[in-house]
């Protein structure tokens, strides 16, 4: 009975966590969905990507930024709000994605559970900031607020989700290294890189904005 009743805790937040992931997965496919057929498409480009190469110079990856977001140049062209929408739209996807991963990696148990079970609560945490954030972009002058207040919430929302996938990061320095915990890292690097370019996005669109 003993047993049991340790198991039970584990088992309920294992069925906690896959609830989690899931609605994740509902909202941010929803998100995605509608980017690509309400007010701003993203259909494949059909205009020099040059503008976007520009702005993504101005980010800490720019390799990534421009990997990631040429292919919207045809629905972006010269627009920074377009832009910094389409970036977090990508970095939503990658942070969905790897929370699905980790939630299904957290179901093994290993010497790097405890960091793994953290991590998919964290980057549970990324998703949801990312999410409001894309929403908030697409509801920019809509809402009777300023723009500038707008992008603010937008910037404390991707500010933390970047933050919640550092903390994912720092729970594997007392690991031993082992291949679960270079894939689960490699995975994090990819999406910080891409969350933290959102940002940049987002701060140079911001400086735009007359207070």
């Given at each position: ?5 340790l198991k ?101 148990n290993t010497?790097?559970?405890a960091a ?96």
């Amino acid at each position: 009975m003993k047993q049991h009743s340790l198991k039970q805790p584990k088992q309920n937040m294992e069925v906690q966590l896959k609830s989690t992931i899931v609605f994740f997965l509902i909202i941010s496919t929803t998100a995605l969905l509608s980017s690509t057929t309400t007010s701003h498409p993203f259909p494949p480009p059909s205009y020099e990507p040059e503008y976007i190469r520009t702005s993504c110079s101005t980010t800490r990856y720019p390799e990534t930024c421009f990997s990631t977001l040429s292919k919207y140049s045809g629905a972006v062209q010269h627009d920074p709000s377009l832009l910094a929408t389409a970036a977090i739209h990508v970095a939503l996807t990658n942070a969905t994605r790897m929370a699905f991963y980790v939630s299904k990696v957290s179901r093994h148990n290993t010497t790097e559970s405890a960091a793994i079970h953290d991590c998919a609560s964290v980057f549970g945490d990324a998703v949801d900031e990312i999410y409001k954030s894309h929403k908030e972009m697409k509801r920019l002058g809509w809402t009777g607020e300023s723009v500038r207040f707008q992008l603010s919430n937008v910037q404390t929302w991707m500010s933390a989700a970047l933050t919640n996938e550092d903390t994912c990061t720092d729970g594997f320095e007392d690991v031993a290294d082992s291949g679960v915990k270079t894939k689960v890292l490699d995975r994090v690097v990819a999406v910080k890189e891409v969350t933290s370019n959102a940002l940049s996005l987002v701060n140079s669109y911001a400086d735009t904005i007359p207070v």
